[in-house]
């Protein structure tokens, strides 16, 4: 049976967090609610630094050469890699930023050193500033990537999950949009 696990992520605003956690406890489909604290101080850069220092890949292009050359925007994107157990399942932690920044370093990478502490594989996504457009296309050439990579990442991809601040979830539209990229990408290339 598959168990359903509910994390809240506060962000200056724990008495919303608790609240909603205490109302989540009424549902019989949620087995376990986390709470994760973003502004807690985590060391998720130190992190990928000592990663990197003992060899392992932490930034993966999501882009080719050719891609980035034809369109010089795609050079500052690619995935943060967070590893976890071999072959768990995994996450793609999406930055707030309302797609004039993006707050990778201060939202997506704890949620993902957390989730690699927790056994799960985290992918922080940097993506494209200028709008839902570009931001949705880059999320849906990472998840090509990912599962174009999987054996050499050791991660399953039968099961994983997107997550998303604000930007990424107003209005509902976001996530149901990337759909639609994604199946254009999947054609169309």
């Not at 004039?100 to 939202?107: L, N, Q, R």
């Not at 704890?110 to 949705?136: E, I, M, W």
Request: glycine share 8%; aromatic share 16%.
């Amino acid at each position: 049976m598959m168990k359903c696990v509910l994390i809240i992520l506060n962000y200056n605003d724990s008495h919303r967090a608790l609240e909603l956690a205490q109302k989540s406890i009424k549902y019989n489909n949620i087995d376990r609610v986390v709470i994760v604290d973003n502004k807690s101080t985590d060391n998720s850069v130190e992190y990928l630094e000592n990663q990197r220092k003992q060899g392992n890949q932490v930034f993966y292009d999501i882009y080719t050469e050719k891609e980035k050359q034809a369109d010089p925007t795609k050079r500052k994107t690619g995935l943060f890699f967070f590893k976890g157990k071999k072959n768990a399942h995994f996450a793609i932690i999406n930055a707030g930023g309302g797609f004039s920044y993006v707050g990778s370093i201060h939202e997506s990478m704890p949620h993902s050193l957390y989730l690699s502490k927790q056994g799960y594989n985290g992918f922080a996504l940097q993506y494209r500033t200028g709008g839902a457009d570009v931001a949705c296309l880059d999320l849906a050439r990472a998840i090509e990537f990912i599962f174009e990579h999987a054996k050499e990442l050791e991660i399953d991809t039968n099961c994983y999950s997107l997550w998303g601040r604000f930007c990424w979830s107003k209005n509902g539209g976001l996530f149901r949009k990337l759909w639609h990229y994604f199946l254009w990408w999947k054609i169309f290339t």
